[in-house]
């Protein structure tokens, strides 16, 4: 199948754990069976509440009903409470204020700040996406992370920073919220998995999200990524590898890399022979320079960096975690890299992220480039990337998994 009518076939929302995932898996799965290979689906657990009510008013000094959304696995609750306004998030001097307020955030939930949250007591909290003078008021849909489900539960909405806005400006005094929900159960994501055969056991896997977020396309973020590595399958279908390759077609990375880390659980006692995973996440974009992050050995590093003069490709080789399907796997020891065409002029994560953010010259070329250096991994006599995470990964790693606070 050529790359736009692939791209095409995946312009639909498709949110981790929903029935058009699992659409999307299953076309996933069918392209590959037309080119002769097998796919199977591995279905995976991730948590799910159905929310029925979200609401937010200011009750004084004046009354203003917000338009909200709730967040998803967080906890039923009608609370009326001082806001506070949290403008340092990690300042003890400004978490000293929170205690049973409800805590206005001017952006999203990060762990480190959720933690302080509950550490300091606070009744609930109030987070903001979009900018200020953005054309819409678009409202994301929000979850309580399952990290973050581990340290408490707390009531939360999440509101356009337009509407969040006057709330500072006109000094909201006190709120209401009130969040319906079901408790937290299990739904099903899913990974599509398909293996190539070469003439060892040695295993490259490769990865690229298909899922998107609730408000968007998720054409470039990630569907091209999808469409590289099928590229790739359909590739060495007809060119048999030295080297065992396994194509991970990730469910819920949007939902915090969530199918990755449960392939890695799965198959957790083969990832001895994985050397090496190539991660695909957004490629082909019209504008933006293209970027790897390797969580291996510099002497990687170095390689892509002179493998990229060899054929003449510009790519910005740097080392380090990245927020992808890679960083699972280099957590668990395999050692990763990240292939990305990055800007930040590109909309992602909203519904602008639609078949106008890519260029079918710019897809060709990027995912050419991609098949060159994997068919060097692909066929190399020996796998030269040393098995080993180095100290200054394993602690961008771990900072990234949060078990350690960044400095
Ligand atoms: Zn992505």
Not at 185 to 194: F, I, T
């Amino acid at each position: 199948m050529n790359e736009m009518t692939f791209l095409k076939n995946l312009d639909f929302i498709r949110t981790g754990g929903s029935k058009e995932e699992l659409k999307a898996a299953e076309f996933i799965q069918a392209e590959l069976q037309k080119l002769g290979l097998k796919a199977k689906i591995e279905d995976f657990p991730v948590h799910a509440s159905t929310i029925s009510k979200a609401e937010l008013e200011v009750t004084k000094p004046y009354k203003k009903s917000i338009p909200c959304t709730g967040y998803m696995n967080s906890v039923s609750a009608e609370l009326t409470k001082d806001m506070y306004y949290l403008r340092n998030k990690n300042d003890e001097r400004d978490l000293q204020n929170i205690k049973d307020k409800i805590v206005f955030l001017d952006g999203g939930l990060p762990y480190w700040t959720y933690k302080s949250l509950i550490e300091n007591g606070a009744a609930g909290f109030i987070t903001c996406n979009g900018n200020l003078h953005d054309d819409d008021t678009d409202i994301d849909y929000k979850e309580i992370r399952e990290p973050l489900e581990k340290l408490g539960q707390l009531p939360g909405v999440n509101i356009h920073l337009k509407d969040g806005y006057p709330m500072i400006q006109n000094n909201a005094q006190t709120v209401k919220l009130t969040l319906k929900q079901t408790p937290v159960k299990n739904a099903k994501s899913r990974n599509v998995v398909c293996k190539i055969k070469g003439q060892d056991d040695e295993i490259i896997v490769f990865s690229a999200h298909y899922d998107s977020v609730p408000l968007s396309h998720g054409i470039y973020d990630n569907a091209t990524g999808a469409l590289t590595i099928y590229k790739l399958a359909e590739y060495f279908a007809s060119h048999k590898p030295k080297h065992t390759l396994v194509f991970v077609w990730c469910g819920s990375e949007e939902r915090g890399l969530l199918g990755s880390i449960a392939f890695c659980k799965k198959h957790q006692k083969h990832l001895k022979d994985y050397r090496l995973n190539i991660n695909v996440d957004m490629i082909g974009s019209h504008l933006g320079e293209f970027d790897t992050r390797v969580s291996a050995e510099d002497k990687l590093a170095h390689y892509i960096d002179y493998f990229s003069s060899e054929v003449g490709f510009a790519n910005k080789v740097t080392t380090g975690a990245y927020p992808s399907d890679s960083t699972p796997f280099a957590s668990n020891g395999v050692p990763s890299l990240s292939f990305a065409r990055n800007t930040h002029l590109e909309p992602i994560h909203c519904k602008y992220d639609d078949m106008s953010t890519v260029s079918e010259k710019n897809i060709k070329e990027d995912i050419a480039y991609i098949l060159e250096f994997s068919k060097r991994m692909a066929n190399s006599a020996l796998i030269p990337v040393k098995k080993e995470i180095p100290e200054n990964i394993q602690k961008k790693l771990d900072e990234y998994n949060y078990v350690k606070k960044p400095e």
